[in-house]
DNA sequence: ACAAAAGTGTTTGGAGTACACCCATGA
DNA sequence: TCATGGGTGTACTCCAAACACTTTTGT
C-alpha cells in the first residue's frame, strides 16, 4: 500500500441520513475549538480531505467506514460546492489547519448523501469528535461549520427528488422488517405529505419489492402489525 | 479586478447540447496535438481549469461565454468527476501543461450540462481550436480527450431525467418561434421514446406555458404548420 | 393530382384521491 | 372495557395510451 498523501485542495462531505421511526434525522459532528481561552462549540459534516490517489467515491466509502465502521452504505453524490467565500471563515481555516497539519487555501467540496439504518449499533470508533443524530428540522437554526449548513439542505432536496423516482433508497433507512405505517411516515417524511393510510397501502401491494412477512410486532400496546421486508431483487427496470 | 491566477487542481466542463430540428448535438472543441513529427486529432469538451478567486458556476459561465460569446445560458451543475485516472494519459497531461503553462498533477473536474439555441450564431471568437457540433449517437465512437466520453453521457442521463420533470428547460434548445412537432420530435429524441402526435398535442395544450401564435411556418412543400412560443411567465409552480 | 406533413376525437384502463368504520392487542 | 393504532373497500376523477382519417400547401 503506497503512503497516504493527501491532496488539500479537494474534500468529500457526506450528508448522512437515518430516520428513527419519527423523525429524519442526520448525523453530525461536535467540533469543539478553544479560542483564546474560550470554548467554541458547533457541528459539522463527516468529511474529509481526498487522498492523492484516491477516487471521489472511495473516499465517500472511506470516510463513512472511519466513522461509522460499515461497509455497503447507500452513497450517491449530488454536488460540488467551490465557492471561494466557503473557506472564509478564519475559525474554519485555522481548525483545519491544525486538524490536517497542512496550510489550508481554497477548497472545493463534493458532497454526497448517504442513507444508514439508524438501528445498527454504529461503532463510533472515531476521532476526538462525537458522532450523534439531529433532528432535520433543527439543521435551519444550528451553528455549523463552513457552508454544511447549505449542504445538508441541499442534500435533503436531492433525496426527495431521487426518492421520487426510484422509492428503493427509503428501504435504506428502515430496518430490515418494518410495517407499512413506519414506511408511511418515513415517506410523508421525506415527500412533506400527509398520506391516506388506504391509499398508502394499494400504493404498497403494488410494488413487488416490498413483500410480506408472516409475522408482526410484538409487544405493542395495541394491534400488533404486520411486518414487511424489502426484497432488491423483485425491482423492474 | 485581481489578477487572473488559475487553481490547478480543479476544473470545470461543459456538455452543451443544441438541438437541429432533427438530431440532438453537442458541442465539441477539436484538438490537434504534434508529437514526434506526427499529427493526433481528437476533440474535448470546452472547459477550463478554475481561478483562484471564482466559484464553480461563475467559472462554467466564463468558459461558455468565452466560447460562444453568450452570456444568460441555461446552467446546470450535474457532476465531478474525480478519478485519478482520469489524468492518467500522458498525451492529456502534456498537452494541459502546454497549454496552461503550469505543472498539471491530478484534476477534479464539475461538470455541467448546458442548454442552447443552435440557430444563434455562435461567436466561436475563441481559440486556435474550432467548436463543432456532433451527433450525440456518435459520441460513443469519437476519439475524446480524458474521461469526456464519459462526461458527456452522464450528462446526456442527466438531462432526461431532468426534463421529466421540468420540461421547460427544452424551450432552451428550441428556437423562439416553434412548430408542435419540433417540439416532439425534440422531446423524442431526450426521452427515447415515439410518442403519438394527437396525445402529444393534448399534452401540450395543457402546458400553460406553450402559447399559439397567429404565424405559421412559410415556405414548406406541404401544409404550413402553425408556430407557438414559450412563454416562461407561465409556468405553474 | 399528387406527395408530404399538419391537425383533429373517442374510447379504455390504470392510478391517484377522498372518505369512515371495525379489528386486535395490552393495560 | 378502554385506549391505541392496524387494517380494509368503493366511487370518482384525471391522465396516458391506442388508434385513422381529413386538411393544407407546394410542386
Known amino acids: 500500500m503506497s503512503e ?6 479537494v474534500s468529500v462531505d457526506c450528508v448522512v441520513f437515518g430516520f428513527d421511526g419519527e423523525q429524519l434525522k442526520v448525523l453530525l459532528l461536535e467540533r469543539n475549538i478553544t479560542e483564546q481561552n474560550t470554548e467554541f462549540n458547533d457541528k459539522k459534516l463527516p468529511g474529509s480531505i481526498i487522498l492523492e490517489e484516491e477516487d471521489l467515491d472511495d473516499a465517500a466509502t472511506r470516510i463513512l467506514n472511519e466513522l461509522t465502521g460499515m461497509r455497503n452504505i447507500y452513497l450517491s453524490q449530488f454536488h460540488s460546492f467551490g465557492n471561494p467565500a466557503r473557506t ?6 485555522l481548525w483545519l489547519e491544525k486538524t490536517t497539519q497542512l496550510k489550508i487555501g481554497r477548497i472545493v467540496t463534493v458532497a454526497y448523501v448517504a442513507l444508514i439504518k439508524i438501528d445498527r449499533k454504529l461503532a463510533f470508533a472515531s476521532e476526538v469528535s462525537k458522532a450523534k443524530w439531529y433532528d432535520v428540522k433543527l439543521v ?7 457552508d454544511h449548513r447549505e449542504i ?3 442534500g435533503l432536496e436531492h433525496i426527495r427528488r431521487n426518492t421520487d423516482l426510484n422509492p428503493h433508497a427509503l428501504f435504506e433507512l428502515l430496518p430490515r422488517k418494518f410495517t407499512i405505517s413506519q ?3 418515513l415517506y410523508d417524511m421525506v415527500h412533506q405529505t400527509r398520506s391516506d393510510v388506504r391509499n398508502f397501502q394499494k400504493k404498497v401491494a403494488q410494488w413487488p419489492f416490498v413483500v410480506m412477512l408472516d409475522e408482526t410486532e410484538k409487544n405493542v400496546a395495541h394491534r400488533a402489525a404486520r411486518l414487511y421486508k424489502f426484497d432488491r431483487k423483485k425491482i423492474n427496470y
Chains 1, 2 share one sequence.
Open 88 to 93: 472564509g471563515n478564519p475559525r474554519d481555516v
Open 140 to 146: 435551519k437554526d444550528m451553528n455549523l461549520a463552513f
Open 152 to 154: 445538508i439542505l441541499k
Open 183 to 185: 414506511l408511511r411516515t
Open 4 to 9: 497516504q498523501v493527501y491532496n488539500p485542495h
